[in-house]
């Protein structure tokens, strides 16, 4: 460690000291070089070569609650409240995660421990603005239906124009479908619709159903471009709003609607044909699951096809860990992981037989980047629809997301499945037309008008 010292009076020089030893410890051999700005002007750079990145400590707080019980997520609370500045590579910054709550001999947790606590002592309480959590986020005490409706506020409407700002012209909140990684996202997303589409074999007049229909994508691009009549739900009422002002915009008012339910509240019994479900069974809550897709092979038609686009975790159920408690404490309050051959398993006891899984992995990593890169780039004009703080927690929690894709510790999973029935498969003996040799159609030509 190298140090640049500027001029340190009084009691402050005791504070940086202690931050300055802290910092030894913590980041003793880091895995990428990088510079360190203390609040005090004083610069310490850690590791060889070129920094791709730094980090710039408003306050001495995040240091303490990171050692004192915090760990990453005291930094990743520290920097949505503005105590912590990330400036260059976020991608290389977020390498930081394993190194600080990495295992250390007993002799460095003491000392770590001994300083982050002279350290919180001598920080002033007035000062202290502890973790940063959004009133929708802490622990409910509701009904199940009711905490999940506040869930999905908490995270689905913040703002549509701020969503705007950052996604696709069509406005699809999940995994592209990417042809070459040099794909715009309008073309990758626009793909991903034809993909499932074609998974699902849809045909003109059928009856289509899409649980969790966002704002209203996928429901618009079946009844165009395939002559089905669609009908989604959605629990956000931002999302009904614009998904219904898109659908009268597109003149499909006869032939799609969308209402504002539970899944669980759906009536009837084989009446849709086809269902899909993109990025919505993550919110369902893992003991919720049977009951799910129990609920999706009631409304199947027998033979009918449902295609489930989700989320996966690489390991059984939804354990405590760093990344867990980022995503419940920030973002999903209500979101749960399992690993997709649990899924599947869940699908099976529920009448469903199993036909195709395609995993996606590699083309969320690639449409997080692009959410990323999109977001930045409209920092300011974000600014004028939701707070520092949420724009901070959604580039932080997408850029991670992004490098938990690359790194295999999630995936992403289509699986296409029929409500079991006897006879042959309902689907044809290969897969020749899910690619045939066209061109991908192509996203609408202008950007629908977005209620904020």
């Avoid at 709550?101 to 002799?107: K, L, N, Q, V, Y």
Wanted: glycine share 8%; aromatic share 8%; net charge neutral.
């Amino acid at each position: 460690m190298q140090t640049d010292h500027s001029m340190i009076s009084g009691s402050a020089e005791r504070d940086v000291r202690l931050a300055r030893d802290i910092l030894m410890l913590l980041l003793r051999d880091p895995q990428q070089a990088l510079t360190v700005h203390l609040w005090n002007g004083e610069v310490l750079r850690f590791g060889r070569g070129t920094p791709r990145f730094g980090l710039a400590l408003h306050h001495p707080g995040a240091l303490w609650r990171s050692v004192l019980g915090g760990g990453p997520l005291a930094l990743a609370d520290a920097y949505f409240r503005g105590d912590l500045d990330v400036a260059g590579d976020l991608y290389a910054a977020l390498s930081l995660k394993s190194q600080i709550g990495g295992p250390r001999s007993w002799s460095e947790r003491l000392q770590l421990v001994a300083k982050a606590l002279a350290l919180r002592w001598r920080v002033p309480a007035d000062t202290d603005g502890g973790p940063v959590v959004r009133d929708s986020a802490r622990p409910i005490a509701l009904q199940d239906r009711d905490r999940r409706r506040r869930a999905i506020a908490y995270h689905y409407d913040v703002s549509n124009a701020f969503y705007r700002l950052w996604l696709d012209r069509q406005m699809v909140y999940s995994c592209a479908y990417f042809q070459s990684p040099e794909d715009t996202l309008d073309r990758a997303q626009t793909a991903k619709l034809e993909h499932i589409c074609r998974k699902l074999r849809l045909q003109s007049g059928e009856r289509f159903l899409d649980i969790g229909c966002g704002w209203g994508a996928l429901l618009i691009h079946a009844a165009r471009e395939h002559g089905v009549r669609a009908h989604g739900i959605t629990l956000s009422h931002r999302q009904l709003e614009l998904a219904r002002q898109r659908i009268a915009e597109a003149g499909l008012q006869g032939r799609v609607t969308v209402e504002l339910m539970d899944y669980r509240d759906l009536p009837g019994e084989a009446c849709w044909d086809k269902i899909a479900s993109v990025g919505m069974f993550e919110h369902v809550g893992l003991r919720n699951l049977p009951g799910y897709f129990a609920t999706a092979q009631r409304l199947l038609v027998p033979g009918g096809l449902m295609l489930n686009h989700g989320i996966t975790h690489e390991e059984d159920g939804w354990g405590e860990t760093v990344s867990t408690r980022f995503i419940n404490r920030y973002v999903f309050p209500d979101g749960q992981l399992d690993r997709v051959s649990r899924v599947m398993g869940h699908m099976e006891a529920q009448g469903f037989e199993i036909w195709d899984v395609e995993g996606l992995r590699p083309h969320y990593a690639l449409t997080l980047r692009h959410w990323v890169r999109r977001l930045e780039a409209r920092h300011q004009e974000a600014l004028q629809h939701v707070s520092e703080v949420t724009y901070r927690i959604w580039r932080l929690y997408m850029a991670a997301s992004a490098l938990e894709f690359e790194e295999g510790d999630i995936g992403v999973y289509q699986i296409l499945a029929s409500r079991r029935t006897q006879g042959l498969s309902p689907l044809p003996l290969t897969r020749q037309d899910l690619y045939p040799p066209t061109t991908v159609i192509s996203p609408p030509p202008a950007p629908y008008r977005t209620a904020s």
